[in-house]
């Protein structure tokens, strides 16, 4: 299978093709979810050891496990899921102190003017303290998995719940995120029917 053909692949041929044996397939499905994977964990670990260790515990426990992820359409919800698994491992391992990584001091695009990348990570700044200040434990996991792309039954397979409950917690952190960053919601326009 080549790089090609595989970033246009499914995640749910590339899993299928896996299961039988198909080093390759999930090798493109490593590369797919390697840095969305990373900067899930990097958020709760302390340093870029700790997410880097991290990381290579998920893909590992997801090469192992494989046969076990079901509904192949939603390999991302699965594999977030065992991601979650190893945070909560970390937090439990009396050597790992939490404290959460500062992703904004990365310039990634080289090219961005200075002003640009500090009007960027001053928003990202902004919503990282509000998150932390004003977000319940299954709200801060919500909005880590909604930054990461995951669609909302992705999130509900990795969480472990309903759509419905993913849907309400995520209305409910919308409106936190507002009113703690002084952000006023859109107003809806009246439509007036002449008679």
Not at 88 to 98: E, F, G, N, T
Not at 100 to 123: C, H, K, N, Q, W
Not at 144 to 150: A, F, G, I, W
Request: charged share 30%.
């Amino acid at each position: 299978m080549s790089e090609s053909r595989g970033s246009h692949t499914s995640d749910a041929r590339l899993v299928a093709s896996a299961k039988r044996g198909d080093a390759e397939a999930f090798a493109l499905l490593y590369r797919r979810y390697l840095d969305r994977v990373y900067d899930f964990v990097a958020v709760r670990l302390e340093g870029v050891e700790a997410a880097q260790d991290a990381t290579q515990t998920i893909f590992l426990r997801a090469l192992a496990a494989l046969h076990q992820c079901r509904d192949e359409e939603y390999f991302a919800g699965w594999l977030f899921a065992i991601a979650r698994n190893v945070v909560i491992d970390a937090y439990r391992s009396p050597r790992q102190v939490l404290v959460g990584y500062d992703a904004t001091l990365e310039i990634e695009d080289r090219a961005e003017s200075p002003e640009a990348f500090a009007v960027r990570a001053d928003e990202a700044r902004a919503l990282r303290e509000a998150r932390d200040r004003c977000l319940s434990g299954i709200e801060r996991e919500l909005l880590d998995l909604r930054l990461q792309d995951l669609t909302s039954q992705e999130i509900a397979v990795a969480m472990k719940r309903s759509q419905t409950a993913i849907r309400n917690v995520q209305y409910r952190m919308i409106k936190k995120l507002r009113d703690c960053l002084g952000i006023r919601a859109p107003q809806r326009e009246e439509t007036h029917v002449e008679a």
